[in-house]
């Protein structure tokens, strides 16, 4: 059963700050990885979305990597914004589990101005 | 940009009584999905939908759970005898041309169940 871990649980940072978000997963079969952002009381909105043959995509500030052999994501935010701050879930698609999404628990960041 | 739009964002139930989620996807999505996720816990798949049939359900979604696209834009979770347990906020999503595209999610509709 895939097992998807996101640390740390929390963190909270000075503003200006670049930051790094990790994401594992057990079984490394999977077809692609997502992050999304939470507000709270919110939806997730999604951020970016890692295919299993790529290694990276970058979106504005936020970018994503993707180790499948290894099962990691990162999500590396730079130069931080007290708008940045949220829950920060990552997603993985399995090849064998059609098209559900397996979340983590997700990492809550808190931006300090 | 196109959202995935649920209603109502709260609802208030009786334990026993029948409960039913509103879901508009966006417009030329094919793929829809209920999530789940109770307080303090990971976001749950629920059921994935796609040309008019459950194309995967996870061991949550038991008999007491059932969709439905009753137009061409609707799309309903519908719960028939709520439990405690199935107090939590259950979000909508959709996808467009293929699973393999990302899944975008409404704001959700936060269930209690009394």
């Known amino acids: 059963k895939q097992e998807v871990t996101q640390i740390p649980a929390a963190l909270s940072v000075p503003e200006g700050e670049n930051l790094v978000l990790n994401c594992s997963f057990t079984?490394?079969?999977?077809?692609?990885l997502q992050w999304f952002r939470q507000d709270p009381g919110k939806g997730l909105t999604s951020l970016l979305l890692?295919?299993?043959?790529?290694r990276e995509q970058t979106s504005g500030r936020l970018n994503a990597s993707l180790d499948k052999s290894s099962g990691r994501s990162t999500l590396y935010i730079a130069a931080s914004q007290p708008g940045d701050s949220a829950t920060y879930l990552c997603?993985?698609?399995?090849?064998?589990?059609?098209?559900?999404?397996?979340f983590g628990e997700g990492t809550q960041l808190t931006v300090n101005p | 940009e196109p959202e995935v739009t649920q209603t109502p964002s709260h609802q208030v139930t009786q334990m026993g009584q029948e409960v039913i989620l509103r879901c508009v996807p966006i417009?030329?999505?094919?793929?829809f999905y209920w999530y789940r996720q109770i307080l303090g816990q990971k976001v749950e798949f629920l059921v994935s939908?796609?040309?008019?049939?459950?194309?995967?359900k996870s061991e949550i979604f038991d008999d007491q759970f059932s969709v439905e696209r009753p137009d061409g834009s609707n799309f309903t979770l519908k719960i028939r005898s709520t439990k405690l347990e199935d107090s939590a906020m259950y979000f909508c999503?959709?996808?467009?041309?293929?699973?393999?595209?990302?899944?975008?999610f409404g704001d959700g509709t936060r269930l209690s169940i009394l």
């Open positions: 890692i295919q299993s043959s790529q």
């Open positions: 079984d490394s079969a999977i077809y692609n």
């Open positions: 417009s030329n999505h094919l793929y």
């Open positions: 999503a959709s996808t467009s041309w293929g699973p393999n595209q990302p899944q975008h």
């Open positions: 997603a993985v698609r399995l090849e064998t589990s059609g098209s559900r999404l397996t």
């Open positions: 939908f796609y040309n008019n049939e459950i194309s995967e």
